[in-house]
């Protein structure tokens, strides 16, 4: 998941706790305490709807799988598969499927596309409602470099103030959560238990990349009519800030990836390959070519995107959404947030209301990277053939990925700029679902049995392709849903939580209890 989130609230146990329990301690201290904690506050299907000890039996499953659910999470880490770099797509998609049949799925189906293939299984139940799961299988690229521990070592590591943790690239950006999530199938599994809904799963390989393809998965007639029949769709999450607070949002913003491509060639001016920059003195430059095009693009302090229509249906933060968002900034820390992005200012030094409106209701034109010439050490003197930017723009409702493209390939046009190159890599629309569907009143109700005031945002400014399914034909409300915490999501040490140091956060066996009281909110959700 392409995930910009909301940067969560840092309370971090007391000293004392940390004392008193060891890491090699705490973890049987926690497992006890979760387990009184939860007999006060289980939601009502455990005490009225479920036979006597079904939560039971699967909590015991699920401590007694600890270390093999952890085991499953490390292994996946080791065996990246990466689509911008065609890196291990194949064997990526096949433990996935590999995955699937483990916790008990049947057809478990690779489903060929233009790119890399997605997966398609179901899990029949024989219950009344069924619910779709969204997963994706690939992860983004990673520098060893820049990583305190090697990103695919997976190694559990002792963080202070958090607990054991994973680290390693996809660790919470979405193996982590799935692989919970899983963990909480196979509880139930091998506790003798069935599952209170039917289940039909999709998968991609190209999340990272914008997951040009996932339409041609879920839009196959098959997987299309399995679809048909859900009651919505959701995707396993790692919902917790480090104070153990719960951030639930009502949608996602859209995104667009692509290259803006400046040559010699297309141009008809500059050189068609790299010059000795002595010539600059009577050769054009593609490289200026491309800065001068990227400034038309936005405001001259860079924030505001200037494209003519690009905005143009963008759809205002209504007076309930701001009511959300008031809400959200007495609740969340601005500085903790600040501490966090390391950054001291936001944008036009707005107020931090101002700045969460702005990070749900702005679309944006951002510049991802520059590349062009000799970027090595020390100096080239090379004049430049060509240049690109990689760049990505965000969207809200009511904004089209196709019209965005639309309009910045006119706009460059009409500024003079018809000869410079768009490479659109993948791109979708933007996602909403009503505060009042059934599957928002279920995250909510789990959260709220924890104990937990979740805050409400419309919309998270990550991005994720749940449009194929909010979207027609399906129009199916979805959510994200999951206990537990990680972070560092695309960049270098990424982590997810394993054993927690903070009673109110919850870890991997904590989270996966969360997902079967989650699977049965939703079997009498209404």
Same mark, same amino acid.
């Given at each position: 998941?392409?995930?910009?989130?909301?940067?969560?609230?840092? =309370?971090?146990?007391?000293?004392?706790?940390?004392?008193?329990?060891?890491?090699?301690?705490?973890?049987?201290?926690?497992?006890?305490?979760?387990?009184?904690?939860?007999?006060?506050?289980?939601?009502?299907?455990?005490?009225?709807?479920?036979?006597?000890?079904?939560?039971? !039996?699967?909590?015991?499953?699920?401590?007694?799988?600890?270390?093999?659910?952890?085991?499953?999470?490390?292994?996946?880490?080791?065996?990246?598969?990466?689509?911008?770099?065609?890196?291990?797509?194949?064997?990526?998609?096949?433990?996935?499927?590999?995955?699937?049949?483990?916790?008990?799925?049947?057809?478990?189906?690779?489903?060929?596309?233009?790119?890399?293939?997605?997966?398609?299984?179901?899990?029949?139940?024989?219950?009344?409602?069924?619910?779709?799961?969204?997963?994706?299988?690939?992860?983004?690229?990673?520098?060893?470099?820049?990583?305190?521990?090697?990103?695919?070592?997976?190694?559990?590591?002792?963080?202070?103030?958090?607990?054991?943790?994973?680290?390693?690239?996809?660790?919470?950006?979405?193996? !982590?959560?799935?692989?919970?999530?899983?963990?909480?199938?196979?509880?139930?599994?091998?506790?003798?238990?069935?599952?209170?809904?039917?289940?039909?799963?999709?998968? =991609?390989?190209?999340? =990272?990349?914008?997951?040009?393809?996932?339409?041609?998965?879920?839009?196959?007639?098959?997987?299309?009519?399995?679809?048909?029949?859900?009651?919505?769709?959701?995707?396993?999450?790692?919902?917790?800030?480090?104070?153990?607070?719960?951030?639930?949002?009502?949608?996602?913003?859209?995104?667009?990836?692509?290259?803006?491509?400046? *040559?010699?060639?297309?141009?008809?001016?500059?050189?068609?390959?790299?010059?000795?920059? *002595?010539?600059?003195?009577?050769?054009?430059?593609?490289?200026?070519?491309?800065?001068?095009?990227?400034?038309?693009?936005?405001?001259?302090?860079?924030?505001?995107?200037?494209?003519?229509?690009?905005?143009?249906?963008?759809?205002?933060?209504?007076?309930?959404?701001?009511?959300?968002?008031?809400?959200?900034?007495?609740?969340?820390?601005?500085?903790?947030?600040?501490?966090?992005?390391?950054? =001291?200012?936001?944008?036009?030094?707005?107020?931090?209301?101002?700045?969460?409106?702005?990070?749900?209701?702005?679309?944006?034109?951002?510049?991802?990277?520059?590349?062009?010439?000799?970027?090595?050490?020390?100096?080239?003197?090379?004049?430049?053939?060509?240049?690109?930017?990689?760049?990505?723009?965000?969207?809200?409702?009511?904004?089209?990925?196709?019209?965005?493209?639309?309009?910045?390939?006119?706009?460059?046009?009409?500024?003079?700029?018809?000869?410079?190159?768009?490479?659109?890599?993948?791109?979708?629309?933007?996602?909403?679902?009503?505060?009042?569907?059934?599957?928002?009143?279920?995250?909510?109700?789990?959260?709220?049995?924890?104990?937990?005031?979740?805050?409400?945002?419309?919309?998270?400014?990550?991005?994720?392709?749940?449009?194929?399914?909010?979207?027609?034909?399906?129009?199916?409300?979805?959510?994200?849903?999951?206990? !537990?915490?990680?972070?560092?999501?695309?960049?270098?040490?990424?982590?997810?939580?394993?054993?927690?140091?903070?009673?109110?956060?919850?870890?991997?066996?904590?989270?996966a209890l969360s997902h079967v009281e989650f699977l049965h909110e939703l079997a009498r959700a209404t």
């Amino acid at each position: 998941m392409s995930d910009d989130r909301i940067n969560k609230s840092a =309370e971090e146990p007391s000293v004392e706790t940390a004392e008193l329990f060891p890491p090699s301690d705490r973890r049987v201290f926690l497992q006890g305490a979760a387990a009184t904690a939860a007999a006060l506050t289980l939601p009502s299907w455990t005490r009225a709807a479920s036979p006597a000890g079904d939560l039971d !039996g699967i909590r015991a499953e699920i401590d007694k799988r600890h270390d093999e659910a952890v085991k499953r999470l490390q292994d996946w880490i080791h065996e990246p598969a990466i689509a911008a770099e065609n890196r291990n797509m194949n064997e990526g998609c096949t433990h996935m499927m590999e995955l699937l049949r483990e916790a008990g799925f049947s057809g478990v189906t690779k489903v060929p596309t233009d790119g890399h293939p997605g997966v398609f299984a179901t899990l029949d139940a024989g219950a009344p409602r069924t619910y779709a799961l969204y997963f994706m299988y690939d992860v983004k690229q990673f520098d060893p470099a820049e990583w305190s521990s090697p990103p695919l070592d997976a190694a559990l590591i002792d963080r202070p103030g958090v607990g054991k943790v994973i680290v390693g690239r996809g660790a919470v950006n979405q193996k !982590g959560p799935e692989a919970t999530l899983l963990a909480a199938l196979n509880a139930i599994r091998s506790a003798g238990r069935k599952l209170p809904v039917n289940l039909v799963f999709v998968a =991609e390989g190209e999340e =990272e990349i914008a997951s040009p393809h996932f339409h041609q998965v879920v839009h196959r007639p098959d997987i299309a009519a399995a679809l048909g029949k859900c009651n919505g769709v959701y995707m396993p999450y790692a919902s917790q800030g480090l104070g153990g607070d719960v951030t639930v949002f009502l949608g996602a913003k859209g995104v667009v990836e692509l290259e803006l491509i400046s *040559s010699g060639e297309k141009w008809g001016r500059g050189p068609r390959k790299d010059l000795h920059s *002595s010539n600059k003195a009577r050769v054009d430059s593609p490289a200026w070519h491309l800065v001068e095009a990227l400034a038309t693009l936005v405001s001259p302090d860079g924030n505001d995107p200037v494209v003519e229509g690009f905005a143009a249906k963008a759809r205002p933060l209504s007076d309930s959404d701001k009511k959300l968002i008031a809400d959200a900034a007495r609740r969340l820390n601005e500085a903790d947030a600040k501490k966090s992005m390391g950054v =001291e200012r936001w944008i036009h030094d707005v107020s931090w209301q101002e700045s969460l409106e702005m990070l749900n209701s702005r679309p944006t034109i951002n510049i991802e990277g520059l590349v062009g010439g000799y970027t090595g050490p020390g100096g080239k003197t090379v004049l430049p053939g060509r240049a690109v930017a990689k760049i990505d723009m965000r969207l809200v409702p009511d904004m089209t990925a196709a019209e965005a493209i639309a309009a910045l390939k006119a706009h460059l046009v009409k500024k003079g700029f018809g000869d410079i190159e768009v490479k659109v890599s993948g791109g979708y629309d933007p996602t909403t679902t009503a505060a009042d569907a059934a599957i928002i009143h279920a995250e909510l109700a789990v959260y709220k049995s924890h104990g937990i005031d979740p805050i409400v945002m419309p919309r998270l400014a990550g991005s994720w392709p749940g449009c194929v399914f909010t979207g027609a034909p399906l129009h199916l409300p979805a959510g994200h849903f999951g206990l !537990g915490h990680g972070n560092g999501a695309h960049a270098p040490d990424e982590y997810y939580l394993i054993e927690s140091a903070n009673p109110k956060v919850q870890g991997m066996d904590g989270a996966a209890l969360s997902h079967v009281e989650f699977l049965h909110e939703l079997a009498r959700a209404t």
